[in-house]
């Protein structure tokens, strides 16, 4: 038992040591991305050294996108729960999502009754179905859709419970795959960081809430979530 508590303080020591390494190299990071963006307007610099700069550029923003996303996932903040209500909620994401370029030819369909509340962080709600939505998308090629249903249910033990599921008919996963999804820095895609998933389990757990991902190649991928009414 002691044994067990040690680690257990161990491991938040190192989460928030960790916390604090992200946190010191998005600092020199944006210093690095700022100066490479000055330096690139200056008269003299060629169409080679363009290239090279938006090489610095991009991989630049790629690694404070990592680390902003490590940095949310090894030091979650404390949800807030409030009356949330969903339609609102996936309405306001669905219009945000609606200039993404990566929704381009993806069709978001939701039926979510106008009077659905869920206790929920409102940042941490967003949050969640921002990754579900992206991923969902990003799982489609050349055209498909999103459906998104939610109802009031009775969980465990005749408590209230909101059951949201989210269908894409994208690529889908094979089990092994299916296996790994929550494991943080798994990852399929080219330039993936594979905090998403990890991060939206931790957010749904610390807000009551549990979650399930079915998926079959070719078919498509359904996530469902149960959220404190
Ligand atoms: P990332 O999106 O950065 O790869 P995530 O944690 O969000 O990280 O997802 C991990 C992996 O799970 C993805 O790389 C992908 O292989 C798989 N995945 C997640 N959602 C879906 C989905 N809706 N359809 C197919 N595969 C998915
Ligand atoms: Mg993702």
Redesign the pocket.
């Known amino acids: 038992m002691a044994a067990e508590l040690k680690r257990a303080d161990r491991l938040a020591a190192v989460g928030e040591l960790s916390a604090r390494m992200a946190h010191e190299i998005r600092n020199p990071l944006a210093a690095i991305s700022g100066s490479v963006q000055l330096v690139a307007l200056r008269p003299w610099v060629d169409e080679k050294d363009e290239r090279l700069f938006s090489i610095i550029l991009r991989e630049t923003d790629r690694l404070d996108g990592l680390l902003r996303d490590f940095l949310f996932y090894a030091k979650p903040n404390q949800p807030t729960k409030v009356p949330l209500n969903l339609h609102r909620v996936i309405s306001d994401l669905c219009a945000l999502l609606a200039t993404d370029p990566r929704l381009e030819g993806v069709e978001i369909v939701h039926e979510i009754p106008a009077d659905l509340v869920v206790q929920f962080d409102k940042d941490q709600c967003t949050q969640v179905f921002w990754?579900l939505l992206v991923?969902?998308a990003?799982?489609i090629t050349g055209g498909g859709s999103i459906s998104i249903e939610g109802a009031a249910v009775l969980g465990h033990g005749g408590r209230g419970e909101v059951r949201i599921s989210i269908r894409?008919n994208?690529?889908?996963?094979s089990p092994e795959?299916v296996k790994r999804?929550f494991e943080p820095f798994?990852?399929?895609?080219k330039g993936?960081?594979?905090?998403?998933?990890?991060t939206v389990y931790r957010i749904v757990e610390t807000n009551g809430g549990r979650m399930s991902i079915n998926?079959s190649l070719g078919q498509g991928?359904t996530v469902v979530l149960h959220l404190p009414a």
């Open positions: 990754n991923n969902a990003e799982a894409d994208g690529s889908g996963m795959d999804v798994f990852t399929t895609k993936g960081t594979g905090l998403g998933l990890a998926s991928t």
